[in-house]
T-cell receptor
């Protein structure tokens, strides 16, 4: 079955810097990857989707890359703000076309 | 506003008791899903339904049951057979094949605790 790995350690950065989060997948080559934001005690909110034939996708201060050779997606937040502090989840489709989620990486942006 | 409503927000279950978590959506989505989230772990799929009156087991269906009698509603029952039910439960919906083009829409979750 698909396995999604994200760094379980929190990422602490200074306001204004670029945050980079990593998502690695094994066992199945997905057709697409998705990124979600989750605040404490809340449900995830969809941010971006990137397909296997897309190298990069942007939305405002967010950028996602998809490297099928490395089996990895990178999620970047430029000019980070304290309001960006949250847990970010990576997900991919699996063989049954359901979503498999990673455990998430917590981002803390300090003013 | 369109969205998914989960209730209750907090639920306490006694040993040997069945409890039902509610999930209602007004997005006109055909597909609905139930996930379980434990601290530090990814969301794990319990059950999903692609259409009314049909549903499929996910990766961790044992000890759970669902029904899909209406498009808008997908309740989850946590039975006494589920030995470790304490977790955060999330309901989601999507258009058919929604994951391929759009993300899932999630509710705010129900935190279930065994007392």
């Amino acid at each position: 079955s698909q396995k999604i790995e994200q760094n379980s350690e929190a990422l602490n950065i200074q306001e204004g810097k670029t945050a980079t989060l990593t998502c690695n997948y094994t066992n199945y080559s997905p057709a697409y990857l998705q990124w979600y934001r989750q605040d404490p005690g809340r449900g995830p909110v969809f941010l971006l989707l990137i397909r296997e034939n897309e190298k990069e996708k942007r939305k405002e201060r967010l950028k996602v890359t998809f490297d099928t050779t490395l089996k990895q997606s990178l999620f970047h937040i430029t000019a980070s703000q304290p309001a960006d502090s949250a847990t970010y989840l990576c997900a991919s489709n699996n063989a049954g076309n359901m979503l498999t989620f990673g455990g998430g990486t917590r981002l803390m942006v300090k003013p | 506003d369109g969205g998914i409503t989960q209730s209750p927000k907090y639920l306490f279950r006694k040993e040997g008791q069945n409890v039902t978590l509610s999930c209602e959506q007004n997005l006109n989505h055909d597909a609905m899903y139930w996930y379980r989230q434990d601290p530090g772990q990814g969301l794990r799929l319990i059950y999903y339904s692609q259409i009314v009156n049909d549903f499929q087991k996910g990766d961790i269906a044992e000890g759970y049951s669902v029904s899909r009698e209406k498009k808008e509603s997908f309740p989850l029952t946590v039975t006494s057979a589920q030995k470790n039910p304490t977790a955060f439960y999330l309901c989601a919906s999507s258009i058919p094949g929604g994951g391929t083009s759009y993300g899932y829409t999630f509710g705010s979750g129900t935190r279930l605790t065994v007392v």
